[in-house]
C-alpha cells in the first residue's frame, strides 16, 4: 500500500471514531444482543430466526440444518452496509454432529496446549 493509501485511510478511521450527530436515528440500527441470564451467552437472532451465540467480534455459533443433518455451525459475520443486518462471511466452518463429538473429546488435550 503506498503512502498516499495508508494517509487516507488513516483520515476515514478518524473521522468515523468521533461523531457528533448523536441525535440521528439510524434507519437500520444493528442487531442488538440478548444475553442469556444463566449463563452470560449472548445470543442474537439472525434473519432466518436462528439462534446465534457470540464467541467473539463478528464471530458467532449457530446450530442449523443442513439437508436434513443438523450442523454446528462457527462463522464470521460482517454488517451488510445496504440493507443493514448481519450477513455471514466466508470465514468459517460448519462441523457435523460425529465431528463435532470428536471435537468435544479433544477439549480436555486443547485445554492443556493451551495453557502451556
Do not use: C, H, T, W
Not at 444475553?35 to 449457530?62: C, P, T, Y
Not at 454446528?72 to 460448519?94: C, F, Q
Request: charged share 35%; glycine share 8%.
Amino acid at each position: 500500500m503506498d503512502k498516499k493509501k495508508k494517509q487516507q485511510k488513516r483520515k476515514v478511521e478518524v473521522s468515523d471514531g468521533s461523531s457528533s450527530d448523536e441525535g440521528v436515528n439510524d434507519p437500520n440500527p444493528p442487531k442488538v444482543a440478548k444475553k442469556d441470564s444463566a449463563s452470560n451467552i449472548n445470543v442474537v437472532k439472525n434473519s432466518s430466526g436462528e439462534d446465534m451465540m457470540s464467541i467473539g467480534k463478528m464471530r458467532f455459533v449457530s446450530v442449523r440444518e443442513f439437508k436434513g443433518r443438523k450442523m454446528v455451525d462457527i462463522r464470521e459475520y460482517y454488517e451488510d452496509k445496504s440493507g443493514g443486518g448481519l450477513k455471514p462471511g466466508k470465514k468459517g466452518v460448519s462441523l457435523s454432529q460425529e465431528q463435532f463429538k470428536a471435537l468435544e473429546n479433544l477439549l480436555p488435550e486443547i485445554n492443556k496446549k493451551m495453557a502451556e
